[in-house]
């Protein structure tokens, strides 16, 4: 079964040429290799570019053990290079190459060497990626399947494929196996065998205990706000231990370097300023969390507002939390400050969008409350409420989009409506 991932697909596509090693990040088993040596190459191939213009190196395999050498690696590069056309190396684990970083930057000095990437070292995988190959590299991070990917192989209808996706997540595996319990031991296993274990070895964490205790914790709080400070405390409170403030910020650190999760912090949307902390974390992948849970706590709402920010992510916004300061009279009369929430405030260059994810609005009510934030910023962006359930998107009488969350993600221009 080949599933299209067209958006990643075009991303890679427009860097085409730039003159910059192409990087290919994201967590685990979410289809990089799959990108790079099925769909990009069937690209090339249907631009016109010759087979022996492509050169491929999956070092991870053990026929292609003795590559790992840098010296050998590279005369094997020269050997294939014959003309001044232009070549295109797609390159995968590379952090298995010794010295990798200077292999990659001789090759994106040739004019006709077009380099693309993936790994999955810590360095490799971190924030300072760019920075690894001296300002040459050009990273593309990628996702698990969206839900508008997820539906093109799932077999049911849309409402039976959000249960799904908001149960069992979108890394693409989720589709070879049949049964629930397959399903589940599937992401436990990756889950324990693979996330733990490689974030465990390569930052020598001594404590797996005390890892696990956290990732438990942030799954049961996805998406609310908290701090390395209230997460020590609740481990002395909770669990009777004692976890250090700056140890726990070290362990977040690590798993969003691992693109387990990611961090959305507040912005003050009057005052026009950052607010780092308490700050909310999100799941990258909704399987893995509720895996990690045994299942036992998958609440709609909570996971809708974890799929919307995701989805914003790999539409290339970056997204924070809204604050809103207002002044309102308490029962008394007398005036005081409050801050009002907005679930997400979403830029890209010069568009701005204010996202509330309302999971149900029953009643008239409800509705002021969730559009309440909204009409309190003072300008003039867009502003969007996303519920479960609506019949078409439409516009109401305060001006506010409103579109049901099936709306929202099946159609990629739905926040343009």
């Known amino acids: 079964m080949e599933i299209a991932r067209d958006i990643f697909l075009n991303k890679l596509i427009s860097k085409k040429n730039n003159g910059l090693i192409k990087v290919v990040t994201g967590m685990r088993r979410c289809g990089k290799s799959y990108l790079l040596f099925n769909l990009f190459r069937d690209h090339l191939k249907s631009e016109g570019v010759p087979d022996d213009h492509v ?18 690696f590279y005369q094997y590069l020269v050997d294939r290079l014959k003309d001044d056309s232009m070549y295109y190396v797609l390159l995968d684990e590379v952090q298995l190459l010794d010295d990798f970083e200077d292999i990659l930057n001789s090759l994106a000095r040739r004019r006709n060497t077009d380099v693309y990437v993936t790994g999955s070292n810590a360095k490799f995988l971190s924030k300072d990626i760019i920075t690894e190959f001296r300002g040459r590299g050009d990273e593309v991070r990628m996702y698990p399947l969206t839900f508008s990917e997820y ?12 249960r799904d996706y908001v149960l069992y997540g979108g890394l693409p595996l989720i589709f070879s196996f049949q049964t629930p319990d397959q399903k589940s031991d599937f992401l436990k296993a990756l889950f324990e065998e693979t996330y733990i274990s490689d974030i465990t070895g390569r930052n020598n964490i001594r404590n797996k ?13 996805m998406g609310s706000l908290t701090n390395p400070n209230k997460l020590s ?33 507040r ?45 914003l992510k790999v539409r290339g916004y970056n997204v924070d939390v809204g604050i809103v300061p207002v002044s309102e009279k308490n029962r008394t009369g007398k005036s005081v400050r409050k801050q009002l929430e907005i679930d997400f405030v979403c830029n890209r260059g010069s568009k701005r969008y ?14 002021k409350q ?38 929202f993600l099946l159609d990629p221009h739905s926040l343009e409506i």
Request: proline share 2%; with cysteine.
């Open 55 to 72: 050169i491929e190196m999956a070092f991870d395999s053990f026929e292609n053990k003795k590559y790992r050498d840098p010296e050998a």
């Open 151 to 162: 539906m093109t192989a799932y077999t049911g209808d849309r409402y039976q494929g959000w």
């Open 209 to 221: 205990d005390e890892l696990e205790e956290l990732l438990n914790i942030l799954s049961s709080a």
């Open 233 to 265: 405390s609740t481990f002395k409170t909770v669990k009777n231990r004692k976890i250090s403030p700056t140890t726990i910020k070290r362990y977040i650190d690590y798993l969003c370097d691992a693109f387990l999760i990611d961090k959305a912090i």
């Open 267 to 311: 912005y003050d949307i009057k005052g026009k300023k950052y607010i780092d902390t308490p700050a909310k974390y999100y799941f990258t992948d909704l399987g893995l969390r509720n895996a990690r849970l045994n299942f036992r706590q998958v609440e709609e709402t909570h996971a809708m507002e974890n799929v919307i920010f995701n989805e």
């Open 354 to 367: 204010y996202i509330q994810s309302a999971f149900a609005m029953q009643d008239e009510e409800k509705e």
């Open 370 to 407: 969730e559009q309440r934030s909204l009409l309190s910023t003072g300008d003039g962006f867009k502003k969007i409420i996303i519920t479960k359930d609506a019949l078409a998107p439409l516009y109401n009488e305060d001006g506010i989009l409103v579109m049901s969350i099936f709306d």
